[in-house]
């Protein structure tokens, strides 16, 4: 269904509301801290939910022409954004479905709503109680009468925001957790050639290589992890062994100069999926492949990048020849 914004000022989805006129999204009635980027994309795929959104369309409405931003990061981090905010998965997408290499599908009915929402009034609602007191009652008993109503009115708003603070509060939430220690496992050759393993690993190893980069994470070395290639172990297993509380695993494709990468990132002391995707690039880009692999979980696991730390992982994505890499 494609929901057309003329007519509409607010769209509404499981309980969720996008206000056009303010630019917020609220669940329940209360405001979610989703601005910037990450809100305007939300918008154009409620505009046109149940449709395929290609990534180029995205850019158009988004991201203006003159701007200069790594646009692949930049989509990446207001999808996961989203996400984080809808309390939304890309592995079991509710909302927003991912089309590799093409673009982004809200999945979820949306309703349209027209006009002004609804507004509490403020005064009490009875129209034979207090204001039969004022037309006939001498000044100071209305003032005491407009004293009193506006003290009711006070109590029921501050009792009404301690029942939606207590459970607010002692509810879980939905971001994601913050991982300190990260272990990139062996990924697997998919390839059906197992004189490509050298390549695959070499992917791994290059994958380590720029985590390591950024100081907020504890990586843990290619030595370490190269004993668990093809193991049956558990992730929790796994992940005492290592003494990591993350593990990224994945699958290496490799046809011509194609690549094909699937990564996935876990919380292995829970063995909690917390974000998977899929890159595809032509062989000689595959180190810029790897950089915005090396990116993106950064940002899924709340590392903290430095300017000098991001300046470092793209001078990684710089492009290569094929005949090079293979030699």
């Known amino acids: 269904m494609s929901v057309p914004l003329k007519s509409a000022s607010v769209l509404r989805f499981d309980g969720f509301e996008l206000d056009f006129r303010s630019g917020e999204l609220r669940k329940s009635g209360v405001k979610l801290r989703l601005q910037g980027q990450p809100i305007q994309v939300l918008a154009v795929l409620l505009k046109r939910s ?142 059906g050639d197992s004189s490509q393993d050298y390549f695959v690993d070499g992917m791994t190893e290059e994958l380590i290589t720029d985590l390591a980069k950024v100081s907020a994470l504890r990586v843990t070395s290619r030595t370490s992890v190269m004993r668990h290639k093809g193991t049956k172990k558990s992730l929790p297993d796994i992940a005492r062994e290592l003494n990591v509380d993350g593990v990224v695993e994945g699958s290496v494709t490799r046809s011509g100069n194609r690549v094909r990468v699937r990564a996935q990132l876990l919380n292995a002391v829970k063995d909690q999926h917390l ?33 000098e730390q991001e300046a470092r992982l793209r001078l990684a994505a710089r492009p290569v020849n094929p005949q090079a890499f293979e030699s």
């Not at 790594?70 to 989203?82: C, Y």
């Not at 090396?294 to 990048?305: G, K, T, Y």
Request: net charge negative; no cysteine; proline share 9%.
């Open 50 to 191: 149940g449709e395929l959104v290609t990534r180029d369309e995205l850019r158009h409405e988004v991201w203006p022409e003159d701007t200069f931003v790594d646009f692949d990061h930049s989509l990446h981090n207001a999808i996961a954004r989203i996400r984080e905010a809808l309390g939304d998965s890309a592995a079991t997408p509710r909302y927003i479905e991912t089309l590799p290499r093409r673009g982004y599908r809200f999945m979820a009915p949306v309703d349209e709503v027209h006009g002004d929402l609804p507004v509490v009034p403020e005064r009490d609602q009875n129209p034979d109680g207090p204001k039969e007191v004022e037309r006939g009652a001498p000044p100071a008993l209305r003032s005491s009468t407009r004293a009193a109503i506006a003290v009711v009115f006070l109590t029921i708003v501050l009792l009404g925001f301690a029942l939606w603070l207590v459970p607010t509060l002692s509810r879980p939430k939905s971001a994601g957790p913050s991982l300190h220690s990260i272990a990139v496992l062996p990924l697997d050759n998919l390839s």
């Open 275 to 307: 974000w998977a995707e899929t890159y595809e690039r032509d062989l000689g880009d595959v180190l810029s492949l790897q950089s915005e692999l090396a990116r993106a979980i950064a940002q899924q696991v709340r590392a903290q990048v430095s300017p």
